[in-house]
């Protein structure tokens, strides 16, 4: 079974440019989340899907992050305009169900460097 | 109330001794306790949960014990190994999940 894929990897950028990060969760799995990691730190959960419907974005800082998931399947996740405080590795995770009751999944992240 | 709180931040093992690490949470809500750990440009994996009803579970050298009344749970490595060194976060979740800050885990060969 593939797992979560990410891309790109890496990315590096210097403040108030754009990025964006793309996901595909494993097939089947109803939810996707993304996550932000910085380092030392836990993730902290930004968005959440439940198919192609926004379950969670509580923590999604609007003014300058958005996600989407078309048709229920793929992710993208983009920050316009970048500030240094974004600098983190940026996780996407699925699971087949929500997160009390399924394993997540997760990608292995892209790292962002904002400059 | 939503945060989990995870301790040591850091810990470092002799091969073959005891890793112990703790999380205490305050929000009676959650009703499933995962463990996660993250290898070092790799995402998180989960490596055993526990739900309230239970007060420990063990999957091969990993258990988790689970103290309801005090509101803590904690991740026991057995037998530790080098290929055990990893940062290790514990988690919380109702309805969205909890993270703590991780411990990371350093086994001495």
């Known amino acids: 079974e593939a797992g979560v894929a990410q891309s790109p990897r890496y990315k590096i950028i210097e403040k108030r440019q754009s990025v964006a990060f793309w996901c595909n969760p494993i097939s089947g799995h109803a939810t996707l989340y993304w996550y932000q990691q910085i380092l030392g730190q836990g993730p902290k959960l930004l968005i959440q899907?439940?198919?192609?419907?926004?379950?969670?974005d509580s923590q999604l800082p609007k003014d300058r992050f958005s996600a989407e998931r078309l048709k229920g399947v793929d992710s993208t996740l983009k920050i316009q305009p970048a500030k240094l405080e974004d600098s983190a590795v940026y996780l996407c995770?699925?699971?087949?169900?929500?997160?009390?009751?399924?394993?997540?999944?997760f990608g292995p992240g892209t790292r962002l460097t904002v400059l | 109330q939503q945060q989990v709180k995870q301790s040591p931040q850091s810990l470092i093992v002799q091969k073959g001794g005891i890793s112990i690490i703790n999380c205490a949470y305050e929000n009676t809500a959650f009703d499933y306790f995962p463990w996660y750990q993250q290898f070092p440009g790799k995402g998180p994996a989960l490596l055993i949960a526990?739900?309230?009803d239970v007060s420990e579970k063990k999957e091969g050298r990993f258990t988790i014990s689970f103290n309801k009344s005090a509101k803590q749970f904690s991740l026991h490595i057995m037998d530790s190994q080098p290929g055990d060194s990893a940062t290790y976060f514990c988690?919380?979740?109702?309805?969205?999940?909890?993270w703590g800050a991780g411990t990371k885990l350093i086994i001495k060969p």
């Open positions: 995770a699925s699971s087949l169900g929500g997160p009390s009751t399924d394993t997540q999944y």
């Open positions: 988690a919380a979740s109702n309805y969205q999940l909890i």
């Open positions: 899907f439940q198919n192609n419907g926004v379950v969670d």
């Open positions: 526990i739900r309230p």
